[in-house]
């Protein structure tokens, strides 16, 4: 189980955002980069810019973990609203999340199978019976935009080859970051997952830790 000491803060280093190289993303490129300015505060700096008014320490930073760990995979650590990304140097890039409300979040160890930029958004059919004032309005889906649920970019979570409806994703409402508040996923300030989801590949591994397990220090 990891532990408080496999998190140590040290400083932050910026993503690097690789081109797009596939048919479909280059036919898309230009409305993307148009919507990824949009959910981009001016002159940004991961380190240092909160317009959103959240906590400072939900902001990215580079931190040390063990060495024992997978790189690529993800962690999160539903306690202290944590997300890791692990690299190969033994560190890692920590950001603030909020998880799902109430019994709605779901820990566990999954795959991610499939990743998107600017995914259409459809509320799952227990979306749409616990919650049909909210939901059944969307039941036709919602195209991909800057006020979509999942935002700019969503990582696919899977059991197997079974699709669990849980993503991990961007949000238009990042005020929420930090708090429980979704109906199952994990959510990520637009420009936070931006930046990282290009490092993120497809077969990686996102271990989701109980609400009540302590990984990290809330620092």
Same mark, same amino acid.
């Given at each position: 189980?990891?532990?408080?000491?496999?998190?140590?803060?040290?400083?932050?280093?910026?993503?690097?955002?690789?081109?797009?190289?596939?048919?479909?993303?280059?036919?898309?490129?230009?409305?993307?980069?148009?919507?990824?300015?949009?959910?981009?505060?001016?002159?940004?700096?991961?380190?240092?810019?909160?317009?959103?008014?959240?906590?400072?320490?939900?902001?990215?930073?580079?931190?040390?973990?063990?060495?024992?760990?997978?790189?690529?995979?993800?962690?999160?650590? @539903?306690? #202290?609203? &944590? =997300?890791?990304?692990?690299?190969? +140097?033994?560190?890692?890039?920590?950001? %603030?999340?909020?998880?799902? $409300?109430?019994?709605?979040?779901?820990?566990?160890?999954?795959?991610?199978?499939?990743?998107?930029?600017?995914?259409?958004?459809?509320?799952?059919?227990?979306?749409?019976?616990?919650?049909?004032?909210?939901?059944?309005?969307?039941?036709?889906?919602?195209?991909?935009?800057?006020?979509?649920?999942?935002? @700019?970019? #969503?990582? &696919? =979570?899977?059991?197997?080859?079974? +699709?669990?409806?849980?993503?991990?994703? %961007?949000?238009?409402?990042? $005020?929420?970051?930090?708090?429980?508040?979704?109906?199952?996923?994990?959510?990520?300030?637009?420009?936070?997952?931006?930046?990282?989801?290009?490092?993120?590949?497809?077969?990686?591994?996102?271990?989701?830790?109980?609400?009540?397990?302590?990984?990290?220090?809330?620092?």
């Amino acid at each position: 189980m990891l532990t408080r000491r496999h998190f140590v803060v040290t400083s932050f280093a910026l993503f690097s955002q690789p081109i797009a190289n596939t048919a479909t993303a280059a036919a898309s490129s230009s409305q993307w980069a148009a919507w990824d300015a949009q959910v981009t505060p001016p002159d940004y700096d991961p380190a240092t810019s909160n317009p959103w008014g959240f906590h400072p320490r939900f902001l990215p930073q580079r931190v040390e973990t063990s060495r024992s760990l997978v790189p690529g995979d993800i962690h999160v650590d @539903a306690v #202290a609203r &944590y =997300l890791y990304y692990i690299e190969a +140097d033994g560190t890692a890039l920590r950001f %603030g999340v909020a998880i799902a $409300r109430g019994n709605l979040y779901e820990p566990g160890i999954y795959s991610i199978r499939r990743k998107a930029k600017w995914p259409r958004w459809t509320p799952t059919a227990d979306m749409i019976r616990r919650d049909p004032q909210d939901y059944a309005q969307f039941a036709d889906g919602v195209p991909g935009g800057p006020a979509n649920p999942l935002g @700019a970019r #969503a990582f &696919y =979570l899977f059991e197997g080859g079974r +699709d669990t409806y849980l993503r991990i994703h %961007g949000t238009p409402y990042p $005020r929420s970051i930090g708090g429980r508040a979704s109906s199952g996923c994990v959510r990520m300030v637009m420009p936070h997952i931006i930046g990282l989801y290009d490092q993120v590949s497809a077969g990686a591994t996102a271990h989701l830790y109980p609400a009540e397990q302590y990984v990290t220090a809330g620092s």
